[in-house]
Nanobody, 129 residues
Framework: QLQVVESGGGLVQPGGSLRLSCAVS????????IGWFRQAPGKEREGVSC????????NYADSEKGRFTISRDNDKNTVYLQMNSLKPEDSAVYYC??????????????????????WGQGAQVTVSS
């Protein structure tokens, strides 16, 4: 059974850092691109970052560039999202998702998330003083 499980969320003060982890099971991570999305109350889901299957390409939403870093450890079947300089507007439920789309072998896109097949339950991130 294919599973995606997020962890590492929590409460952090503005300017602080958190690292989210996405552990996958039931499939070989190096055949899947991984995306991070988030959804705040009353807002649409939005793409945060993604990493291609081969790990050679990453993309970030404009508001996350320079603050967030996505990485993957295929040996541990885990993808990480390091989030620095957090702002209150980063507060949301963060979802990890996997895509086996062939075009995502060497590239990745977030879009609306429709190209992603397997979704986790989400991890709450709250940035507040």
């Amino acid at each position: 059974q294919l599973q995606v499980v997020e962890s590492g969320g929590g409460l952090v003060q503005p300017g602080g850092s958190l690292r989210l982890s996405c552990a996958v099971s039931g499939f070989t991570l190096d055949r899947y691109a991984i995306g991070w999305f988030r959804q705040a109350p009353g807002k649409e889901r939005e793409g945060v970052s993604c990493i291609s299957s081969n790990g050679g390409r990453t993309n970030y939403a404009d508001s996350e560039k320079g603050r967030f870093t996505i990485s993957r450890d295929n040996d541990k079947n885990t993808v990480y999202l390091q989030m620095n300089s957090l702002k209150p507007e980063d507060s949301a439920v963060y979802y990890c998702t996997a895509s086996g789309a062939p075009t995502f072998q060497t590239n990745c896109l977030m879009g609306r998330g429709t190209l992603y097949d397997y979704w986790g339950q989400g991890a709450q991130v709250t940035v507040s003083s």
